[in-house]
């Protein structure tokens, strides 16, 4: 019988798959044995990441939805059939108060991080619904969460949230299983540049997950690839959080924070 983890002859698209947690799902998918086609609005790290796993490379924006719905008619006419889908394209924000926060970088976060995720999901997700099968992961966030000073990107995460539930039982008929992740604080280009900005307290953002770390991009797509497997085939309209324990543990802070942990889990090595 075949592994409930292996992709073999299933074609995964990643939007955001040309860096960080979309990158590290398009090298998971392929080792695993999927097609993938790697979407992303940078084209030359798309066909980089691409070639390097044996993929395909497609060039557009989520937050245009015109070349969305092109992206998978030229697909559909070249006989490529998406079964599995990655929602992973996102922008963040600065942590600005509404007086100083300027309308066309909220309007720019919805339009990525909401609307671009509903556009790929409307497009690719119907045909999946008309072909009969399919499974969505859309990338939420924590900040979906929970209340910060993130006033676009926290809103437009809550929606993909709420996306999620609503088109899960919008297609569960249809053989389409539709679920979000929501990322802690992980290692990508995106957070160390807020990190390197000062926006982001890297020392912080570990103390206040109770397992003390920041996390890797391959331990999110290890999330997201279980919940696309057969593994996951009974699991639909769910957010799961891959965060290190940050929401349980950041209300700790209240008490001074979460206790330090036994000698010995401190002397092992890490893994
Ligand atoms: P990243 O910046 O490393 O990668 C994002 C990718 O999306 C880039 O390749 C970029 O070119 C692409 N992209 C951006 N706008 C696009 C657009 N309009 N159309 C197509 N592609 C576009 O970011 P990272 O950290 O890997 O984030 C991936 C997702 O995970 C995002 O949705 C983000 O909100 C979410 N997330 C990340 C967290 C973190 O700590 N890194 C925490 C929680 C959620």
């Known amino acids: 019988m075949a592994s409930l983890k292996d992709f073999t002859g299933r074609t995964a698209l990643v939007t ?24 992303d ?17 497609l060039t557009f924006d989520v937050a245009d939805r015109a070349a969305v719905a092109s992206a998978c008619s030229a697909l559909e006419q070249q006989g490529v059939e998406v079964d599995l889908l990655v929602n992973c394209a996102g922008i963040v924000q600065s942590p600005e108060p509404p007086d100083r926060f300027e309308h066309a ?20 997700g119907s045909a999946m619904a008309r072909r009969g099968k399919g499974a969505i992961v859309n990338v ?29 039982a919008e297609w569960g008929r249809s053989g389409v299983r539709v679920n979000a992740v929501s990322p802690g604080y992980t290692v990508t280009a995106a957070l160390q540049s807020q990190i390197d900005l000062g926006l982001r ?10 397992l003390g770390q920041l996390i890797a991009p391959v ?27 940050w929401l349980v543990a950041g209300s700790w802070s209240t008490f001074g924070g979460v ?13």
């Open 201 to 210: 307290d890297a020392e912080r953002l570990k103390a206040n997950s109770a």
């Open 259 to 271: 206790r330090p942990g036994s000698p010995a889990a401190q002397t092992r090595p890490a893994g």
């Open 41 to 57: 609005v940078n084209a030359e790290a798309a066909a980089t990441a691409a070639d390097a796993c044996g993929g395909s490379a």
């Open 105 to 124: 970088v909220f309007q720019r976060v919805v339009a990525i991080d909401f609307e671009g995720t509903y556009a790929c999901c409307a497009e690719f």
């Open 16 to 39: 955001g798959g040309a860096s960080g947690i979309g990158l590290a799902c398009v090298q998971l998918l392929a080792q695993r044995g999927a097609r993938v086609v790697v979407a």
């Open 219 to 245: 331990d999110i797509a290890r999330a997201i690839v279980f919940l696309l497997s057969e593994e996951a085939r009974v699991i639909t309209g769910i957010n799961l959080p891959a965060d290190a324990g």
């Open 140 to 168: 939420a966030s924590v900040a979906g969460m929970r209340s910060m000073p993130l006033h676009a990107y926290s809103p437009a995460k809550a929606a993909v949230i709420s996306l999620t539930e609503c088109l899960a």
